[in-house]
């Protein structure tokens, strides 16, 4: 089975549980398997956008240059606010705000970057397979009342994100979440799109 | 100076070479091999002078336990003269057939010495008749001498400040439980070297001058209790001093201690000690091994002190278990930064600035070195 290196750049503790199973899940489908770098922010507390943004660059070139080389990047920021707008005008935004942040990398690997920006935050994806709910419904909810609603808390601590965001991620349906939430989707089909060169160069 | 380790087989190392320079730092999870190559170091001046050596204990230290590997120890030193000395340990479950040998050569020229073999099991090598030591006795006492007395310290502040019974050593304990004795002992003894320490211990804490050891009174019976001064006169216990005060003064007494060693193991040496006073103690330690011609050899968890290798990176090894579960060492310049400018410059970018946020790229994992899914 071919394996795939990739690093994981993320704001939070939900992402570093998230997207591995994603990954895992999706993997199976194209009989590869994704090993994950030890390349990432350390995780003693959240990293916040700017951290992400800040060494999203040097990260990226240590991840495909450095003493291991990966063969995907992948790194993502939260949106924090909803985005109603047909066109996805605000996600638009700050993807290309993640573009820029990692500088000529982007222009020249694109094929193995992927980025994600959930609209508000990752929290909101979750939520959309803890319950059924209509496509693109949660995000015009606070963070604060989503937070509540998936840990069970307005500021739930790593062991609490940690747990509930595996059990969850774990029995994923990620095509219905890819049809729940734009910003999943979005993501979604850069993974596939790699794949389909990846997996069969 | 010792140029060169190379370990093959010996627990988790079944392969690794080191170019060591005058202060090295070793950095990697636990369980990656750190401590086993300062053991390793341990075991080959052991293994010289012929301590205890059986079947059993041969296996435990050999690499998965197996017994058809052979150890394999050879280090390299410069001399004076510019050549090289060369000795390498080959060692078998069979003491009858475990050799050392020796050998000079030259780094400029191709030049070579026959090899010289000694029988490890050969005691006459170690006895000494009539005050007198042959030629081979002469040589072999360069093997055995070649890197001083290693010994793996681990200073705990706690057992450092503990008070002891009187003892007639006049070396400190690995983890430095008779530390209080001993400078009781030297300042008996080897006043020159007690009168440094004090000398040193002012120089680097500018609030200590002068040591005492009292006898005390304790639930054990009549003790000795270490006792500081400061330069106004006034008497601190030695448990009412910082652990750092007491961690500097624990390395003063390994350096000044009479035949101190030429290679010095320190297993974190940073313990106890607050952030902002590991540029101190990194100073102290290079301090050390620039007067004192000790060759240094650190093991680190923490961030800080690799910081302070940012402008030496060809000293920082970065230990990491494979997927055999064998350790790999990799030296920061030679095998992590070089080949990764190489790749990045080849393809069309500018290189990667590894060493001004040093501390944070290991916590990054760029360096490698670090545990699995954390």
């Given at each position: 089975m071919k394996s795939l290196r990739y690093t994981l750049i993320g704001e939070g503790f939900a992402e570093y549980e998230f997207i591995p199973s994603y990954l895992n899940w999706i993997s199976k489908w194209h009989g590869i398997k994704f090993v994950q770098s030890k390349i990432r922010l350390p995780l003693s507390r959240p990293s916040g956008v700017s951290r992400v943004i800040e060494n999203a660059e040097f990260l990226c070139e240590q991840s495909f240059y450095g003493t291991s080389p990966a063969d995907l990047f992948i790194i993502g920021i939260d949106l924090d606010r909803a985005d109603a707008t047909d066109e996805q005008v605000h996600h638009k935004k700050r993807t290309l705000e993640l573009e820029k942040s990692l500088g000529d990398f982007y222009s020249k690997l694109k094929q193995q970057i992927i980025l994600f920006v959930p609209v508000q935050a990752i929290d909101y994806w979750i939520r959309y397979q803890q319950v059924t709910s209509v496509a693109n419904s949660l995000e015009s909810k606070s963070k604060d009342e989503i937070k509540q609603l998936v840990y069970g808390s307005k500021t739930p601590d790593r062991k609490q994100i940690t747990r509930i965001t595996r059990a969850i991620a774990e029995k994923a349906d990620f095509d219905e979440l890819a049809r729940q939430s734009h910003s999943f989707k979005h993501f979604h089909e850069q993974v596939i799109s790699f794949l389909k060169t990846a997996a069969n160069p | 100076m010792l140029q060169r380790v190379s370990i093959q087989n010996f627990k988790s190392l079944k392969d690794v070479t080191l170019d060591l320079q005058k202060v090295n730092l070793l950095i990697g999870p636990n369980n990656s091999g750190k401590t086993n190559f300062l053991k390793a170091l341990e075991y080959y001046k052991q293994r010289c002078e012929n301590e205890y050596y059986s079947f059993e204990d041969f296996d435990r230290v050999q690499y998965k336990h197996d017994k058809q590997f052979e150890i394999i120890l050879s280090l390299t030193a410069l001399q004076k003269n510019g050549n090289h000395l060369n000795v390498e340990l080959l060692l078998t479950p069979d003491v009858n057939e475990s050799e050392a040998q020796m050998w000079e050569s030259s780094p400029k020229s191709d030049f070579i010495s026959k090899r010289e073999r000694f029988d490890l099991s050969d005691n006459t090598l170690r006895e000494r008749k009539h005050n007198r030591l042959d030629d081979r006795q002469i040589q072999f006492m360069l093997i055995r001498g070649f890197i001083g007395i290693p010994a793996i310290h681990l200073l705990d502040a706690h057992k450092l400040s503990q008070p002891n019974k009187l003892d007639p050593r006049m070396w400190i304990e690995n983890d430095g439980s008779n530390f209080t004795s001993f400078l009781f002992n030297l300042?008996?003894?080897?006043?020159?070297?007690?009168?440094?320490?004090?000398?040193?211990?002012?120089?680097y804490t500018n609030e200590f001058s002068k040591i005492l050891t009292p006898a005390v009174v304790t639930s054990e019976g009549a003790m000795l209790r270490l006792k500081l001064l400061d330069k106004q006169g006034n008497d601190y216990w030695i448990d009412e001093v910082s652990e750092g005060v007491t961690l500097f003064l624990g390395l003063l007494c390994i350096v000044y201690q009479p035949n101190p060693p030429k290679l010095l193991l320190l297993e974190e040496p940073e313990r106890g000690i607050h952030p902002r006073r590991i540029t101190e103690v990194?100073?102290?330690?290079?301090?050390?091994?620039?007067?004192?011609?000790?060759?240094?050899?650190?093991?680190?968890?923490?961030?800080?002190?690799?910081?302070?290798?940012?402008?030496?990176?060809?000293?920082?090894?970065?230990?990491?278990?494979?997927?055999?579960?064998?350790?790999?060492?990799?030296?920061?310049?030679?095998?992590?930064?070089?080949?990764?400018?190489?790749?990045?410059?080849?393809?069309?970018?500018?290189?990667?600035?590894?060493?001004?946020?040093?501390?944070?790229?290991?916590?990054?994992?760029?360096?490698?070195?670090?545990?699995?899914?954390?």
């Amino acid at each position: 089975m071919k394996s795939l290196r990739y690093t994981l750049i993320g704001e939070g503790f939900a992402e570093y549980e998230f997207i591995p199973s994603y990954l895992n899940w999706i993997s199976k489908w194209h009989g590869i398997k994704f090993v994950q770098s030890k390349i990432r922010l350390p995780l003693s507390r959240p990293s916040g956008v700017s951290r992400v943004i800040e060494n999203a660059e040097f990260l990226c070139e240590q991840s495909f240059y450095g003493t291991s080389p990966a063969d995907l990047f992948i790194i993502g920021i939260d949106l924090d606010r909803a985005d109603a707008t047909d066109e996805q005008v605000h996600h638009k935004k700050r993807t290309l705000e993640l573009e820029k942040s990692l500088g000529d990398f982007y222009s020249k690997l694109k094929q193995q970057i992927i980025l994600f920006v959930p609209v508000q935050a990752i929290d909101y994806w979750i939520r959309y397979q803890q319950v059924t709910s209509v496509a693109n419904s949660l995000e015009s909810k606070s963070k604060d009342e989503i937070k509540q609603l998936v840990y069970g808390s307005k500021t739930p601590d790593r062991k609490q994100i940690t747990r509930i965001t595996r059990a969850i991620a774990e029995k994923a349906d990620f095509d219905e979440l890819a049809r729940q939430s734009h910003s999943f989707k979005h993501f979604h089909e850069q993974v596939i799109s790699f794949l389909k060169t990846a997996a069969n160069p | 100076m010792l140029q060169r380790v190379s370990i093959q087989n010996f627990k988790s190392l079944k392969d690794v070479t080191l170019d060591l320079q005058k202060v090295n730092l070793l950095i990697g999870p636990n369980n990656s091999g750190k401590t086993n190559f300062l053991k390793a170091l341990e075991y080959y001046k052991q293994r010289c002078e012929n301590e205890y050596y059986s079947f059993e204990d041969f296996d435990r230290v050999q690499y998965k336990h197996d017994k058809q590997f052979e150890i394999i120890l050879s280090l390299t030193a410069l001399q004076k003269n510019g050549n090289h000395l060369n000795v390498e340990l080959l060692l078998t479950p069979d003491v009858n057939e475990s050799e050392a040998q020796m050998w000079e050569s030259s780094p400029k020229s191709d030049f070579i010495s026959k090899r010289e073999r000694f029988d490890l099991s050969d005691n006459t090598l170690r006895e000494r008749k009539h005050n007198r030591l042959d030629d081979r006795q002469i040589q072999f006492m360069l093997i055995r001498g070649f890197i001083g007395i290693p010994a793996i310290h681990l200073l705990d502040a706690h057992k450092l400040s503990q008070p002891n019974k009187l003892d007639p050593r006049m070396w400190i304990e690995n983890d430095g439980s008779n530390f209080t004795s001993f400078l009781f002992n030297l300042s008996q003894n080897e006043l020159d070297s007690f009168q440094e320490i004090e000398k040193q211990l002012e120089k680097y804490t500018n609030e200590f001058s002068k040591i005492l050891t009292p006898a005390v009174v304790t639930s054990e019976g009549a003790m000795l209790r270490l006792k500081l001064l400061d330069k106004q006169g006034n008497d601190y216990w030695i448990d009412e001093v910082s652990e750092g005060v007491t961690l500097f003064l624990g390395l003063l007494c390994i350096v000044y201690q009479p035949n101190p060693p030429k290679l010095l193991l320190l297993e974190e040496p940073e313990r106890g000690i607050h952030p902002r006073r590991i540029t101190e103690v990194m100073n102290f330690i290079y301090d050390l091994a620039e007067n004192n011609d000790v060759q240094i050899i650190l093991t680190t968890h923490n961030e800080h002190v690799l910081n302070d290798f940012a402008t030496r990176p060809e000293a920082v090894f970065v230990f990491d278990k494979n997927e055999e579960g064998a350790t790999e060492v990799r030296n920061l310049q030679k095998d992590i930064i070089e080949p990764s400018n190489s790749r990045s410059r080849e393809a069309g970018f500018n290189g990667i600035d590894f060493t001004s946020n040093l501390g944070d790229n290991w916590l990054y994992g760029i360096l490698g070195g670090v545990p699995e899914n954390l």
